[in-house]
């Protein structure tokens, strides 16, 4: 085993957090699972496969501390009676088994709450409506209720330490309650809580006072801050109000997590609008007003970078969420000198998806990420192969990639065949979109993993035919061939292929990636919602040319909603001035016009255009696989066993369902599924 380069040192120094003790720095700071209560065993799973893999410290997302505050229908946890107490300490038990501290990040989410569950009346500092849109208001809390909140706060924090417990939040963090006291844009009371940053800060001292006396002894006492919420002067601001915070409390709790915030899509920005360590601007003060250790965020992959960030007196921590999700072996791996086999994060926010549609976490890097306990999936360890059978993967996209690489570490012998001369499929033309260069990192990740075994062929300039696969008779045949745009224009909301009289000027993704010529302007029509339609017109857009997005949705890029980036997405095309048109499906495509139908009324017009990209469906690249069934005869002689469809060529989807599809049929061959 190679050893720990001695640059890196540092990040495995012993640290300090008010009584207890981090066996190194790196600290998963809390982080959505999608799990929550309803799923104590898996996400104990998840979060001790964390500490498994070095992180010294392992948070819970957040928990909440009473029925007041109830995020349903999205997955939290709750520390509200004895069974949840008894629930939690299977986590804590898991993280304890491997040597790391438990922090648990309790919570009271106010106004953002929803309480459709508990159906309990809504509170917030104000009288306002709720965040998300409901008919039901929030009832400003009056001073028993202040009082009731402190309680519930302190009776969670006891239940924490019961459970087992090293870290217990207080939580004033993106927009939830204590945060919502502290900002002048939600606290409106003319009480001691409000007005002056004095008052609005008392809630947040308390609570912290509160905690401490409560567990203290025992248990360090973490606040979690955001220092600016990205609303301007008239928010909390990181060089204003939100230091005058930290340096009115600097020595109270025994660690500082800050970030921004205001809202989650801030604090975990997808790297198509921030770069690794983009926080630190805005908290980088921090560790100058206070002698507590401070942890923060920044999708950090890089060791040198976290050794800078300790070096340079930014953090005492390398805080990380996604990063830790990607590759929950991150620590381990710089451990044992391994820290070229990091999985880095692409930073595509799949793993927000998840929470956001209420499912377990995934994500499009580590295709065990979520299944630990439902599956037994274990990222690191995999059952050995279960036959001597050789192996054909035909496509070296994201499913081909992982099917050779999962099929190469379970020992089989794998021959990779790809018709281009570069690896990646898909991924090679979409990493050179506008901000996603990072997702490259899925291809290239599995590439050098694939170049340690030597049990994997890669061939290169291989478009295989189905005699060509006859031919080399493996018993098995991955087929990851992918898929390909639709041209008639039937997507989600498009259920008839539209009449089109030309197709001169009528391009799909792969025409634009295959370099066609498109003259401007240009009109592109969305009916797939993705990421795809919003990134060429921003690529259209920055060459210059005049841009249309026309979908039949009410917004760009609907379901990037998902990946907290539809917001960024939108804001960014309009200041580009990429005309938006609204509630449109397409109709027809004639030499100079456009004819659109309006969802709501019917009513038909026209528009006319030059240039127009479809982005709708995908179709799955079948012909290897039809070729291979009408032979299907021949297979036994050739001494094929199997021919099966992973990937974009089995349904089109997500990388992230690509490679999770191929995970598991590599795994599974000559194995129970799992
Ligand atoms: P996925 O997301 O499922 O991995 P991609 O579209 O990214 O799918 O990748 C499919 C890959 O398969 C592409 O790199 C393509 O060049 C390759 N491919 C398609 N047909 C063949 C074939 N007959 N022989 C070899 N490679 C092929
Ligand atoms: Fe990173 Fe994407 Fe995985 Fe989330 S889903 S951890 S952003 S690679």
């Not at 308390?206 to 567990?215: G, N, Q, R, S």
């Not at 409390?249 to 997808?270: C, R, T, Y």
């Not at 690489?405 to 790809?418: C, F, K, Q």
């Not at 495509?589 to 709501?600: D, H, L, N």
Request: hydrophobic share 40%.
């Amino acid at each position: 085993m190679s050893h720990r380069d001695p640059r890196f040192d540092i990040l495995f120094d012993e640290v300090a957090i008010g009584p207890v003790n981090a066996p190194n720095r790196f600290y998963q700071t809390p982080h959505a699972t999608g799990m929550g209560y309803t799923k104590p065993r898996a996400s104990a799973a998840l979060r001790a496969l964390k500490a498994e893999g070095g992180w010294g410290v392992v948070c819970t997302e957040y928990c909440s501390i009473h029925p007041s505050s109830d995020d349903s229908p999205y997955a939290f946890l709750s520390m509200w009676d004895n069974d949840d107490e008894k629930a939690l300490t299977l986590t804590v038990e898991g993280i304890h088994a491997h040597g790391s501290l438990a922090g648990i990040e309790l919570w009271h989410g106010g106004s953002h709450s929803c309480n459709r569950l508990t159906r309990e009346p809504m509170l917030a500092p104000s009288d306002r409506s709720a965040i998300f849109i409901q008919p039901g208001q929030v009832r400003a809390m009056d001073k028993t209720d202040i009082a009731d909140f402190r309680d519930w706060q302190r009776q969670a924090a006891l239940r924490a330490k019961r459970a087992g417990f090293d870290i217990i939040y207080v939580y004033a963090g993106h927009d939830y309650l204590p945060f919502q006291f502290l900002s002048p844009l939600t606290n409106q009371r003319a009480d001691e809580y409000g007005g002056s940053l004095v008052n609005r800060v008392r809630l947040l001292r308390e609570m912290i006072e509160d905690t401490k006396e409560a567990v203290g002894d025992t248990c360090a006492v973490a606040v979690r801050l955001a220092v600016d919420e990205l609303q301007g002067a008239n928010g909390i601001v990181h060089d204003g109000d939100g230091r005058a915070v930290i340096e009115m409390l600097a020595e109270l709790p025994d660690l500082w997590d800050v970030n921004v915030a205001g809202d989650l899509g801030n604090d975990s920005k997808s790297s198509r609008f921030s770069a690794e360590g983009f926080q630190e601007d805005y908290i980088a003060f921090v560790k100058k007003v206070t002698t507590r250790p401070v942890v923060s965020v920044g999708r950090f992959t890089s060791p040198d970078r976290m050794v800078s960030q300790i070096k340079r007196g930014v953090q005492d921590f390398i805080g990380a969420a996604r990063p830790s999700i990607s590759d929950p072996f991150l620590p381990r791996k710089i451990a044992e000198g391994r820290e070229d086999e990091i999985r880095e994060c692409i930073g595509c926010n799949i793993c927000r998806s998840s929470n956001n549609e209420g499912v377990p976490l995934r994500c499009t890097q580590n295709p065990t990420m979520g299944e630990e306990w439902r599956r037994g999936w274990h990222p690191e360890f995999i059952p050995s192969k279960g036959s001597d059978a050789r192996v054909l993967v035909v496509g070296a996209g994201p499913a081909g990639l992982e099917a050779a690489l999962t099929l190469g570490r379970r020992g089989y012998n794998v021959t990779l065949a790809e018709a281009s001369r570069d690896l990646g499929g898909r991924l090679i033309n979409e990493s050179g979109l506008p901000g996603l260069n990072n997702w490259m990192r899925v291809a290239d990740h599995r590439v050098h993993m694939i170049g340690k075994h030597n049990n994997i062929e890669i061939y290169r300039e291989s478009n295989l035919t189905a005699a060509d696969v006859l031919e080399f008779g493996a018993e098995h045949v991955f087929l990851a061939t992918g898929s390909s745009w639709r041209r008639d224009a039937i997507g989600h909301m498009t259920e008839a292929a539209a009449t089109i009289e030309t197709h001169d000027r009528v391009f799909t993704p792969n025409d634009i990636f295959a370099g066609k010529a498109v003259a401007g302007p240009v009109t592109i029509y969305d009916d797939e919602h993705y990421f795809m339609g919003g990134a060429l017109a921003e690529r259209f857009a920055k060459i210059g040319h005049l841009v249309t997005i026309m979908t039949p949705h009410t917004i760009v890029s609907a379901w990037t909603e998902m990946t907290n980036e539809q917001f960024f997405i939108q804001k960014q095309l309009m200041e580009l001035d990429v005309q938006l048109v609204f509630g449109k499906k397409l109709k027809s495509i004639s030499e100079t016009q456009i004819t659109s139908e309006c969802i709501y009324t019917s009513r038909q017009s026209m528009h006319d255009y030059v240039s127009i990209v479809l982005v709708t469906g995908r179709i799955a690249e079948r012909s290897l696989y039809d070729d291979l069934m009408k032979i299907s005869a021949d297979w036994p002689q050739a001494g094929i066993r199997s021919v099966r469809c992973i990937g974009d060529c089995l349904v089109p989807s997500s990388i992230a369902d690509a490679v999770h599809n191929a995970h598991r049929a590599a795994r599974e061959l000559d194995a129970p599924k799992s």
